[in-house]
């Protein structure tokens, strides 16, 4: 992400460089149609990490206090990596999937908004 200085001429170190992160890069993870999170997670991973690893540990410790997570399918998931549909391969690593630092990805869980269907 970009940012605009309003100061012209305004210079200044970048500080989330990936160099910076001791061998991890932030990704960012949303579920769509649950609020109960309103932004979407920023973790540290490695590249290297393998995309099942993201779906069998990560995503679980982060969403499954949500009722909603018990009954996910994740054969359904539909997947956006910054905005665009695409298929990740869960054998493949999270670099390999294309996702590089600072990456967004988000999930959207059909027929699952949330409780009541309230997209909380």
């Given at each position: 992400?970009?940012?605009?200085?309003?100061?012209?001429?305004?210079?200044?170190?970048?500080?989330?460089?990936?160099?910076?992160?001791?061998?991890?890069?932030?990704?960012?993870?949303?579920w769509e149609d649950?609020?109960?999170?309103?932004?979407?997670?920023?973790?540290?991973?490695?590249?290297?990490?393998?995309?099942?690893?993201?779906?069998?540990?990560?995503?679980?410790?982060?969403?499954?206090?949500?009722?909603?997570?018990?009954?996910?399918?994740?054969?359904?998931?539909?997947?956006?990596?910054?905005?665009?549909?695409?298929?990740?391969?869960?054998?493949?690593?999270?670099?390999?999937?294309?996702?590089?630092?600072?990456?967004?990805?988000?999930?959207?869980?059909?027929?699952?908004?949330?409780?009541?269907?309230?997209?909380?």
């Amino acid at each position: 992400m970009s940012v605009i200085a309003l100061k012209e001429g305004y210079t200044g170190e970048i500080r989330d460089r990936v160099e910076n992160y001791r061998g991890k890069q932030l990704l960012f993870v949303g579920w769509e149609d649950h609020l109960m999170f309103c932004a979407p997670h920023c973790i540290p991973v490695e590249a290297a990490t393998p995309f099942r690893a993201l779906i069998d540990e990560v995503l679980p410790a982060m969403y499954g206090s949500h009722p909603d997570w018990q009954k996910v399918d994740v054969q359904a998931i539909e997947w956006f990596r910054s905005g665009e549909a695409f298929t990740p391969d869960f054998d493949r690593s999270i670099g390999e999937n294309g996702l590089g630092h600072k990456a967004v990805i988000r999930f959207r869980t059909p027929g699952l908004t949330g409780i009541g269907g309230s997209c909380s």
